[in-house]
């Protein structure tokens, strides 16, 4: 299908990655019918955009008995977008509107789970994360992971900083060390409002040479937390924190602690 000489000479100002995503959406139709002006706003969203480019060039015409028909709007925040999609049921022939929220970096999103301290072979405590969340405007307990955490041959990549600076402090150690990383699959936290997915983990952190693996009482007084708090919780309490917390990504990883053979945990 030809183009107009604009939207051909803009395509040609794009990097090598984003010339791969638009020529899968070129092929599809419900791209092709999209106003031009929605098709440039696509094209040339910033770069950190491409995993919502890459995902969108993935969105076929037909998604179950729904036809795809063109992208009518698209909203967009710093970090997410709500496309907008017109669309028309092959049941009933009724056109409408289907739209879902996407993270900038598509629907993978990072990494999120629990993390274990260990003494002697044995797990004795896990870690949780306490922070205020704008969403909700509350304070909750929280997994521990981010966005772009990644995790290659059981070392974590964009570990969040402020995060292993926490930790650290808590367990008195210059540097954050994994025992063990395990890798517990990926998860969606709600299919009928987003695409985004995170995959989970669990990790242990040895902490048998430690001489202390709890908040010292004097603790607050000598360190100010960064935006958040964390909390060394005894393993003996997992089963009253999975019974109380909020966290979807925390119950999920716990839910894969508890039926893997890979983390022990004696409870």
């Known amino acids: 299908m030809?183009?107009?000489?604009?939207?051909?000479?803009?395509?040609?100002?794009?990097?090598?990655?984003?010339?791969?995503?638009?020529?899968?959406?070129?092929?599809?139709s419900w791209f092709q019918n999209?106003?031009?002006?929605?098709?440039?706003?696509?094209?040339?969203?910033?770069?950190d955009f491409d995993g919502f480019i890459k995902d969108l060039s993935e969105r076929p015409d037909e998604i179950g008995n729904v036809e795809v028909?063109?992208?009518?709007?698209?909203?967009?925040?710093?970090?997410l977008l709500i496309p907008v999609f017109e669309v028309r049921s092959e049941s009933t022939n009724q056109i409408f509107t289907y739209?879902?929220?996407?993270?900038?970096?598509?629907?993978?999103?990072?990494?999120?789970?629990?993390?274990?301290?260990?003494?002697?072979?044995?797990?004795?405590?896990?870690?949780?994360?306490?922070?205020?969340?704008?969403?909700?405007?509350?304070?909750?307990?929280?997994?521990?992971?981010?966005?772009?955490?990644?995790i290659d041959k059981n070392n974590p990549t964009n570990f969040p900083q402020k995060i292993e600076q926490e930790i650290c402090h808590h367990l008195g150690i210059k540097n954050l060390t994994f025992k063990k990383i395990v890798d517990l699959g990926r998860v969606f936290p709600d299919y009928g409002m987003t695409n985004n997915s995170s995959y989970l983990f669990a990790?242990?952190?040895d902490v048998t040479n430690f001489p202390n693996v709890t908040n010292k009482s004097d603790f607050y007084r000598e360190h100010k937390p960064?935006?958040?708090?964390?909390?060394?919780?005894?393993?003996?309490?997992?089963?009253?924190?999975?019974?109380?917390?909020?966290?979807?990504?925390?119950?999920?990883?716990?839910?894969?602690?508890l039926v893997s053979k890979e983390i022990d945990l004696e409870i």
Request: no cysteine; charged share 25%.
């Open 226 to 257: 960064m935006g958040l708090e964390i909390e060394i919780v005894h393993v003996s309490e997992f089963f009253d924190f999975v019974k109380k917390t909020e966290d979807n990504y925390f119950l999920g990883a716990a839910a894969r602690v």
């Open 99 to 150: 739209e879902y929220v996407s993270w900038k970096t598509g629907q993978h999103g990072g990494m999120r789970g629990i993390i274990f301290l260990e003494t002697n072979g044995k797990i004795t405590h896990f870690i949780v994360n306490r922070a205020h969340k704008f969403s909700t405007t509350r304070e909750v307990l929280d997994s521990i992971g981010g966005l772009f955490l990644r």
């Open 34 to 47: 999209t106003a031009p002006e929605i098709q440039e706003e696509v094209l040339t969203l910033p770069e």
């Open 203 to 205: 990790a242990i952190i």
């Open 2 to 28: 030809s183009y107009n000489t604009e939207l051909t000479e803009l395509i040609s100002t794009l990097t090598p990655a984003r010339q791969e995503y638009v020529a899968s959406l070129l092929k599809l």
């Open 69 to 79: 028909q063109r992208l009518q709007k698209l909203n967009r925040g710093n970090y």
